[in-house]
């Protein structure tokens, strides 16, 4: 559903190169609980020193992390930075991978009696362990780590577009029946699946084919059919700000 090569936000200066792309369509079959959990994600990448990392934020947790900044709660939510653990194994080793998100206040070196803030992103890899419960966690010190440090409006703008995105892609996948969360009782679901995909016809293909059989508008039609309904709805706001009280 959701295209797969897309790049969400991109940043670059002459010492790195960042960034952020989607996973959010991922869900892995648990049969014993009989449901695919959910495990989409929003992806990180960063080269920087000759070196390139991925990191992956879960939708929950990019979600908070994000609108943090767009609030302007960062500091409050995450006094210590945003940490985030992963990994993976690579030929038969564990490697732990951790992502650090984090806000530097220094004096500015033009106007010492200026701040200069930056947010800076951290991707790290080194030795790990694998948990009892799945997790990752680090063993020891980092073998590689990458940086990428954005200003203040560069990360507002990358929370900006990312939270958006993640909210069109959850609405897109709810329109079609297929929410980007855990789905449980897969194998007792009703094979008419409850969703605006069952007030179509059944010789439709989906709902894009249905919005594609929509007729487009011109740019002049648009604009005409945007000033009616901006007249119309100052109208009735006019309308209610007259009406007497009771």
């Known amino acids: 559903m959701l295209r797969k090569g897309v790049k969400i936000f991109k940043f670059i200066n002459q010492r790195s190169a960042l960034d952020v792309t989607q996973n959010l369509e991922y869900f892995k079959e648990k049969t014993d609980k009989d449901e695919y959990e959910y495990k989409g994600n929003i992806v990180i990448s960063i080269t920087s020193n000759k070196q390139y ?4 934020i879960s939708k929950s947790k990019a979600k908070s992390l994000f609108q943090s900044i767009i609030d302007g709660n960062f500091t409050k939510l995450y006094p210590k930075g945003f940490i985030d653990y992963g990994g993976s194994i690579r030929e038969g080793k564990v490697i732990a991978r951790t992502l650090k998100i984090e806000m530097l206040v220094k004096p500015d070196n033009n106007d010492p009696s200026k701040k200069k803030v930056q947010i800076v ?20 010190k980092s073998t590689v780590f990458v940086q990428s440090y954005l200003d203040p409006i560069s990360m507002r703008e990358c929370a900006l577009e990312v939270s958006s995105y993640i909210q069109s892609a959850e609405i897109a996948a709810q329109l079609v029946g297929k929410p980007l969360h855990t789905f449980t009782a897969v194998t007792r ?14 010789t439709d293909k989906g709902l894009m084919s249905s919005l594609n059989d929509i007729p487009k508008l011109t740019n002049d039609e648009l604009k005409v059919l945007m000033n009616a309904t901006q007249a119309e709805y100052k109208k009735r706001v006019e309308a209610y700000s007259n009406k007497p009280a009771n």
């Open 53 to 56: 990392l991925k990191a992956y």
């Open 121 to 140: 992103f951290t991707i790290s890899e080194g030795p790990g362990q694998k948990t009892s419960t799945g997790a990752y966690k680090p063993v020891g």
């Open 189 to 202: 679901e009703v094979e008419n699946e409850i969703g605006i995909q069952s007030i179509l016809s059944s």
